[in-house]
């Protein structure tokens, strides 16, 4: 544990180096008005810090900087919550004021207004279909062969699936078909409508639909594969403003990662959490994200976490605000979801 006043002053060189990118030398820490110490008292802690492994000493400079570990400490143990301008308010507000009638694009809408604000790259997972649970079916019939079926889950979130049906299979077929499965069906997992469907629901089928057996199939047709969880991102090219991704191989790294979306879905849905999550440099399992934090938050459906949504920035991030404007914009995007039910 630091002291008191060790924790104070690796916050003010935090603070520094967040807002100048150059190290941090004792006299400037000393010259802040949150600092009533002599530049020899903050000289001496910076040495202890150091050795401790909080902050670390670039070649050629009288500074410091923060290391990994120095970033981890001063998120650990902030104090204060970064309080939101009325400007700031004003930008988080476009999400609840904006007239969106799809899923999609509130988590579009969300990922621009979180890059916008924070400057850096956002990133919105979307609810993992398969877990989603069904709340409405329609099966809208296209030719004498095929048929559209549109499912809309829980949480808004609409699949289109082409489907094949036999030429025996009845408008009126189709119509007690749809009835049933909207009887007995929502709620159900996506996961779980196969079993359901081919276990449950048969004897059903076979006593009130005709042509039962060309129904099953096309239902069969219906449950056997579904869209991927998508990814919705702004601001890519921010990284490229900052002064840690100057390197052409380190940015073309991070980038190769944003295109590999499902092994990237699958990490953040790994680091999915309740509530909050600051993830630093090499605490991030993907390589390309050593130089990075990623602060995220879940957002949710009736209670439960269905989703993340995040920003993707240097180490040298400007956490406090990060981690309120991400938190407070998981709730509006949660309280947005919930009215598109």
Wanted: hydrophobic residues 40%; contains cysteine; glycine residues 4%.
């Amino acid at each position: 544990m630091l002291t008191e006043r060790q924790l104070l002053i690796l916050h003010a060189i935090v603070d520094d180096y967040v807002r100048s990118a150059e190290p941090v030398g004792s006299r400037s820490v000393s010259k802040r008005e949150d600092i009533p110490f002599s530049p020899a008292t903050i000289r001496n802690e910076m040495a202890d810090l150091e050795e401790l492994g909080f902050l670390e000493k670039p070649h050629s400079s009288a500074g410091r900087v923060p290391s990994q570990q120095g970033y981890r400490y001063y998120v650990d143990h902030m104090k204060l919550p970064h309080r939101l301008t009325t400007v700031e308010k004003a930008g988080l507000s476009r999400l609840a004021s904006a007239q969106l009638q799809a899923t999609e694009e509130v988590f579009e809408a969300s990922a621009r207004i979180l890059s916008e604000m924070t400057s850096y790259v956002s990133v919105v997972l979307s609810p993992e279909t398969l877990k989603e649970k069904l709340c409405n079916i329609q099966i809208v019939p296209m030719n004498d062969q095929q048929a559209v079926v549109i499912l809309v889950s829980q949480t808004g979130h609409v699949e289109n699936r082409l489907v094949h049906i036999d030429e025996m299979v009845t408008p009126a077929d189709l119509e007690r078909t749809v009835n049933l499965l909207n009887e007995r069906l929502v709620g159900t997992p996506l996961l779980m409508l196969q079993d359901k469907i081919t276990i449950e629901l048969a004897d059903l089928f076979k006593r009130h639909v005709g042509n039962y057996q060309h129904v099953m199939s096309m239902l069969k047709q219906l449950t056997s594969r579904h869209q991927p969880e998508k990814m919705f991102f702004s601001g890519k090219t921010n990284l490229m403003t900052q002064p840690e991704f100057q390197d052409l191989g380190k940015i073309r790294l991070v980038y190769n990662t944003f295109e590999e979306e499902t092994r990237l879905s699958q990490w953040l849905r790994s680091q999915q959490t309740d509530g909050l999550r600051v993830s630093i440099g090499e605490e991030n399992e993907l390589e390309a994200f050593s130089s990075c934090s990623i602060v995220m938050a879940s957002y949710t459906v009736d209670g439960y976490d269905v989703g993340t949504i995040g920003v993707i920035g240097p180490t040298r991030m400007e956490y406090r605000r990060m981690m309120t404007v991400v938190d407070v914009l998981a709730q509006d995007l949660s309280k947005r979801l919930s009215r598109l039910q």
